[in-house]
């Protein structure tokens, strides 16, 4: 009788927990049997595992073989598990030694052949191995990943022979100093839209505050433009705010890519995308867009074709920064810290409104499909602004006017310093004590925004917004304090409420 534990990590939303993985060799009919809730492939890894053993040299052993993966009640999925349970196999057979075994995590799946091929979810795993002081092995191609992570005892390993090498000291895994190399800021430049200089102002005060925008106007206006040019006058994201988005898109369906490394996400999926794929789902949780688009944008072009349940799945996550996914057997919570961008046209034709094109839509037509958004999720949106067709000369100029995204995006860096000097974090996440604090305004303001709230129908909600948007303004003019003008601008980008 002999028994061996090692220690992996489970592919559980962003959290990787801890899975001891026991295995326990004893006379009898030979076999292997896996129990601790494990999955299709997972349970398919006793293939895959007996012949990487046999063929990188070592015996398989003829006797009761029983892995357990411990805690019983969590569901184990994927193939990480194969190198784990070939390493305890060959551990407890006495082929490989015990000692320090213990003190690493082993992630990898197995091919027939022994060699070792990448996984998802390393990121979170390694993020919770440097939090348990121990170090990690995992496949080659995941180590640029695992690297990400500073302080973290980690090796490559190519095939499952160089790991039981490793392990019994005979040619240890060479240490590999690895630098992760994004893309870079590789987006369209805000001076390629012509004309706009309102909805460009709208799209400044948005990104230095954090802000959600809705865009208003016919066909052809330049709204997609506009949206598609948001990250490149966003600020940079901290190293916090990039292990998290790394993380997120590691545990999903398509991994993480490291060249997008340190990129803020943009995210924009089509009018026909359903709730789960949105806001996550699936019998075990994985992140829908929203949270893929944790710490960037996510841009919702022509809002009123999505279904309306699928939108008012955003209402939560606009309002607390997160998602939690809620099935029987288990759930997940995704952080989902999103900038909104929507875009949509005045009415179905299109031209409500339009000084040169006729609107074909009658009254009851146009009520119909603003109605496909809800009033309280339009309440939630920071800012509608309105985006109104450009004229004919201003099409046929040879070079377009107004700033390039580097210009705009020095003022929005010096802006949001001094939101995360003040508060600590952008004026958008501004909770109501500190907008309390922060966003106090002097006799004249105040009556001004008395007067819209009355005149306007304001909600509580709206009028918070409208202080944090006029913060904004505020921090754009170096203002230390919201003027009047601030306030009457914030006004200005609540559109819809304007015309209701």
């Known amino acids: 009788m002999s028994l061996a534990q090692l220690y992996s990590r489970a592919r559980n939303g962003i959290q990787a927990p801890l899975v001891n993985v026991e295995v326990h060799l004893a006379n009898g009919m030979p076999g292997l049997a896996i129990v601790g809730l494990p999955e299709k492939a997972v349970q398919e890894s006793k293939d895959r595992v007996r012949g990487a053993i046999i063929n990188s040299g070592f015996s398989f052993p003829i006797q009761r073989i029983t892995v357990n993966l411990a805690p019983a009640d969590l569901p184990k999925e994927g193939g990480c598990y194969d190198l784990p349970i070939a390493l305890g196999i060959l551990a407890a057979s006495g082929q490989v030694p015990r000692a320090g075994i213990g003190d690493v995590e082993f992630m990898g799946e197995l091919a027939l052949s022994g060699q070792l091929r990448p996984i998802k979810g390393v990121l979170p795993a390694a993020l919770a191995a440097r939090g348990q002081g121990r170090s990690l092995i ?41 630098e992760p190399v994004g893309r870079g800021l590789q987006v369209a430049d805000l001076l390629e839209v012509k004309g706009q200089p309102q909805a460009k102002r709208a799209l400044e005060v948005a990104a230095s505050g954090g802000h959600s925008l809705l865009f208003l106007g016919p066909p052809g206006s330049g709204k997609s433009m506009l949206a598609q040019r948001l990250p490149g006058i966003l600020p940079p994201m901290t190293e916090a705010e990039a292990l998290e988005t790394a993380s997120i898109h590691s545990v ?50 022509e809002l009123p074709e999505f279904d309306r349940k699928v939108l008012e799945v955003l209402r939560e996550p606009l309002e607390n920064g997160h998602i939690t996914i809620s099935r029987a057997a288990r759930s997940a919570d995704f952080p989902a810290r999103f900038q909104l961008i929507a875009a949509m046209n005045p009415c179905p034709c299109g031209y409500l409104g339009d000084s040169e094109r006729r609107c074909a839509c009658s009254q009851e037509q146009v009520r119909r499909y603003r109605a496909r958004i809800s009033g309280p999720l339009l309440d939630r949106i920071d800012m509608h602004v309105e985006a109104p067709r450009l004229p004919p000369d201003l099409l046929l100029q040879a070079q377009a006017d107004g700033e390039t995204s580097a210009q705009v995006r020095q003022r929005v860096l010096a802006a949001r310093q001094r939101q995360l000097e003040r508060a600590g974090k952008a004026n958008a996440a501004l909770g109501p004590a500190e907008i309390q604090r922060h966003c106090a305004l002097d006799p004249a303001s105040g009556q ?49 409420d304007r015309q209701a």
């Open 448 to 496: 001004l925004l008395q007067d819209a709230i009355r005149r306007l129908g304001l909600s509580a909600r709206a009028y918070h917004r409208i202080l944090k948007v006029a913060r904004t303004a505020a921090d754009l003019a170096a203002s230390p304090a919201i003027q009047a003008a601030h306030i009457a601008e914030a006004i200005g980008y609540r559109r819809l």
């Open 252 to 301: 999903s369906n398509n991994g993480f890519d490291i060249g997008d490394w340190a990129r803020r996400p943009y995210r924009a999926p089509h009018h026909s995308a359903s709730g789960p794929a949105l806001v996550g789902g699936g019998g075990n949780p994985r992140p829908g867009e929203i949270s893929l688009a944790h710490n960037g944008v996510l841009f919702l072009d």
């Open 138 to 178: 995992v496949p080659q191609e995941n180590l640029a990943e695992a690297a990400l992570v500073s302080e973290l005892e980690r090796f490559g390993a190519d095939s499952l022979l160089a790991v039981c090498q490793h392990m019994s000291g005979h040619q240890p895994l060479p240490w590999q100093e690895i």
